[in-house]
């Protein structure tokens, strides 16, 4: 697991003119708030955050946040980007407690893809619906990501959320907008409807 750490520094001058001063000279606005303590605003290193947004797991990981020599723990919230421009325009960091659970969205990773049973023995097509599972737990049992094997899926078969195997003491929180599928094996188009033309000949 990495360990990702952030320097910040506490920031006085607010409001949208000095946000905008600071994004010309390589500076990202951002908040910290939660765990009981009153909201900061920071500034923090706009090619430092971009290089570790590079990491799928900067964005599902505990963060150390260190503010003008404090350290303090936090999660990524929220990310604005700029809509065309390659740039981040503010980061929310939410603290960590202990004793309050985390709400996070965490990787799927997809396993065995190569020798899943569909694609080796019928030429099916794995079909991914998601990338990403929202869930909920302590910070001390947080995944770094939620691992599907493929191995046994057979053609025209859906694993849906309900099948994830989580880890201890981790709630699938996507499940509460209903039993949505993952991923999926099935035949390429072209080759299941030749498949029904024999399998229902005309005449």
Sequence with gaps: MENFEINAKV?????????????????IPAIIY?????????SLSHNEINKNLSNESFYSQILTVNIDGKSERAVLKDLQRHPY?????HLDLQRVSDTEKL????????INEENCVGVKQDGGKISHQMTEVEISCLPKDLPEFIEIDLENVKTNEIVHLSSLTL???????????????????????GTQ???EETENPEG
Excluded: C, Q, W, Y
């Design 167 to 189: 880890p201890e003491n981790v709630e699938l929180v996507s499940l509460a907008h209903g039993d949505l599928p993952v991923v999926s094996v099935n035949l390429p188009r």
């Design 85 to 89: 421009r390659p740039s981040i325009l």
């Design 193 to 195: 409807e030749e498949e």
């Design 103 to 110: 709400h996070l969205r965490v990787p799927l990773h997809f």
């Design 11 to 27: 920031r006085t001058d607010i409001g949208k003119g000095a946000s905008r001063r600071m994004r010309n000279t390589g500076i």
């Design 34 to 42: 939660g765990a009981g303590k009153n909201p900061v605003s920071l």
